[in-house]
């Protein structure tokens, strides 16, 4: 598809719309929808695209098309507040691209990766200090909604950019050992006395071991080029394939009874066999 393919596509797109927030005629929905009605919407395609990521190209495409529809119902809307519009959304982005990629659109040169992102952050704060913006710290803008493990990642990503971080995975590796030591002492029920107060304040302290755990493994994972987060879901993905199986197996072998009343036994052969009969899952 040429270029003027696209700008074809693209007007009959947002035509379409402004027809659907249009007045006189338009959609009662559409015409509802406001920044924070579509905020959730947002979110909810965005994982939706990454799930068909997982699915094939033909369900990347729809989901595509479904986000930019609601990106674009931002820009109409902005447009009819008068504060922005998708053509200054598209403007804004495409001057940031050639902002950020001096090596690209200019006559810089990088040796990889890592001075690219480096870069990006040194061309981010100048940016800030030419707008009169106060300074910004690495981590700031972090999405409060960004899923646990990712936001994990993301922080361990941005920390690494600037040289602060793990120089080997074996040193990831070093610390989750140490984590993973502290983590199983709070647990220890013979470490001291224990009335109500100690065991509130050990709670606390399980909970946080618990996650400074969970915070190293996210970074061990990027250290070995995965995400934690994707691991974490194809992990889910896989249970749910294997239980599916089990409840499956559990009808056919015990149809007279419920699966709650099988018995830990019955169910550990049960998940053994799913785990062989699923085992490319």
């Known amino acids: 598809m040429t270029n003027t393919d696209t700008h074809a596509s693209l007007t009959r797109f947002l035509d379409i719309i402004a027809k659907l927030r249009d007045p006189q005629g338009g959609c009662p929905w559409d015409l509802k929808q406001t920044f924070e009605s579509l905020k959730p919407l947002l979110i909810e395609e965005a994982y939706e695209v990454g ?3 997982e699915s094939g190209e033909a369900a990347i495409r729809e989901e595509l098309g479904d986000l930019l529809s609601l990106v674009a119902l931002f820009g109409q809307i902005g447009s009819e507040r008068s504060s922005f519009s998708f053509a200054s959304i598209l403007d804004g982005i495409s001057d940031k691209l050639v902002r950020r990629h001096p090596h690209v ?15 990006w952050e040194e061309i981010k704060q100048q940016e800030r200090a030419q707008s009169g913006k106060p300074d ?18 993301e922080i361990g990503e941005r920390c690494s950019r600037i040289g602060f ?28 006395e224990r009335n109500e107060q100690k065991i509130a304040h050990d709670e606390k302290k399980i909970f946080e071991e618990f996650g400074d755990l969970l915070f ?4 061990y994972g990027r250290h070995l080029g995965f995400n934690a987060e994707e691991a974490l879901r ?7 394939i294997r239980f599916k199986h089990l409840e ?33 899952s």
């Open 136 to 153: 910004k710290g690495l981590l700031d803008g972090l999405p409060r909604s960004l899923p646990s493990l990712q936001k994990a990642h």
């Open 105 to 119: 659109f200019g006559d810089e040169r990088v040796s990889g990766t890592q001075e690219v992102l480096k870069n």
């Open 248 to 280: 499956n197996s559990a009808k056919n072998k015990f149809a007279d009874k419920a699966i709650s009343e099988l018995g830990p036994e019955a169910l550990e052969q049960l998940w053994n066999q799913a785990k062989a009969a699923t085992r490319q």
């Open 165 to 192: 971080d793990w120089g080997s995975r074996e040193g990831v590796a070093e610390k989750i050992q140490e984590e993973l030591g502290e983590f199983l002492d709070e647990l220890d029920p013979n470490r001291s």
């Open 216 to 219: 190293t493994l996210a970074q």
């Open 51 to 53: 799930d068909a990521i």
């Open 234 to 240: 194809a992990a889910n993905n896989k249970f749910l």
